[in-house]
């Protein structure tokens, strides 16, 4: 029975255009279905028949807002699932400039479906580990300073619900855990609200000068990651560097 039930799974993603809705999805945002059509570059008509497939299996929900119908992840542990299916199919060797400068910057910074990875998602789980936001002693606590710290900066800290507050999550790139769970969800969200990065819908993160004082409240040295070449300039945005305002917090 679970040999069918995996096999049934494996071949909702098997279809490309399914498989590069799932992928855009990752973003954490709700898509059109015409947005999800360009995505994968298809008719509307066969992305509405694909996401009803993905629907019936579990993996997207259907949202309303107005006359307006979205699309999303259902839950995070679909966006886990394709996450780690994509991280699975990064690990073969990028080929051309433009496939190794992608990795280059999703392997600095990215969403990992809502919250920060890469290089400076496990600068975050360091960093608020060691400024007391974040305590390990009884697993993965938000102490009461870290709520006081996250509050000052403008961080909505959610009430225990059914999602863990905090929990590791290994990063494929780093091979060291970045921090999942409701509140790095809403660091991420307060920091693209705030304009600290901007994120594009490959889910590379780019780190804005905004960013640097509130990073480093939450024991992030933007300055010191190393990450300039990588958040800019193989962010595809060549005139930020002819102009010098590479919107870069890295030294």
């Not at 909702?12 to 015409?34: E, F, K, N, Q, Y």
């Not at 990795?103 to 890469?118: K, P, V």
Request: some cysteine.
């Amino acid at each position: 029975m679970e040999t069918v039930a995996l096999a049934e799974v494996a071949a909702v993603l098997a279809d490309p255009s399914r498989a590069t809705m799932c992928l855009a999805l990752l973003d954490g945002r709700a898509w059109t279905i015409g947005e999800l059509a360009a995505a994968a570059r298809i008719a509307v008509s066969t992305a509405s028949e694909h996401v009803t497939r993905l629907h019936d299996a579990g993996f997207v929900a259907r949202v309303k807002q107005g006359r307006h119908a979205y699309v999303r992840i259902a839950d995070p542990r679909v966006a886990e699932l394709v996450e780690h299916l994509a991280q699975h199919a990064e690990h073969r060797e990028p080929v051309g400039l433009k496939a190794t400068l992608r990795t280059q910057r999703l392997s600095f910074a990215r969403s990992c479906y809502d919250h920060l990875a890469g290089t400076v998602g496990v600068a975050l789980r360091e960093g608020l580990i060691a400024k007391g936001i974040v305590d390990t002693g009884d697993g993965l606590t938000l102490t009461a300073a870290g709520r006081e710290v996250l509050g000052e900066l403008g961080v909505a800290v959610p009430e225990r619900g059914r999602r863990p507050l905090l929990r590791d999550c290994l990063d494929w790139t780093e091979r060291r855990d970045h921090l999942a769970g409701a509140v790095p969800a809403a660091i991420l969200a307060r920091a693209v609200d705030a304009g600290w990065v901007t994120r594009d819908r490959q889910r590379a993160v780019r780190l804005r000068p905004a960013g640097e004082n509130p990073f480093a409240a939450l024991g992030v040295d933007l300055a010191t990651l190393g990450g300039s070449r990588v958040s800019c300039s193989a962010v595809g945005h060549p005139s930020d560097h002819s102009h010098g305002g590479n919107g870069c917090t890295n030294r």
